[in-house]
């Protein structure tokens, strides 16, 4: 955790697209957040154009949709800078108006969330919930920094 989703229509993106907008959303998550980078996820869900409705008709226009699940406790000034960030950075990548992009942050508490097998810590505490890890959390660890 935490998991970035996007939805856009089949083949909107260019895998060097997926691949750019992966490594900037996770850069940019950890700027503001300062977590590890091996937390952050990103996930792309392509839609057939059939099954993407936005007011109940067939989306025609350039649509990308984000969705963040992170963990609760960012301050709301950052929240709002990020999400600039993220749009901004992203409609860049993605050769389109910022127009285009919607992107909803949805914040979890730190007790309802796990990573590697193990309940989180409060924001900000990263480096407790790293020592508490079993040795094969920590291998795992290691050869996602490696990969």
Known sequence: ???YTVATLENRFSQDQKSALAQTITNIHCSFTHAPSYFVQVVFNEIKAVN???????VT???????GQIRAGL?????????MDFINQCASIAETDPSSLEMYL?????????????????FGQDKEWEAKLPQGAKNKIQRKIKN
């Open 1 to 3: 955790m935490p998991r």
């Open 52 to 58: 993407y409705f936005d007011n109940g008709k067939i």
């Open 61 to 67: 226009d350039d649509s990308i949709f984000i969705q």
């Open 75 to 83: 301050p709301e000034g950052l929240k709002k800078e990020m999400l």
């Open 106 to 122: 949805t914040e979890i508490p730190a007790h309802q969330m796990t990573e590697l097998g193990v309940i989180l810590e409060e």
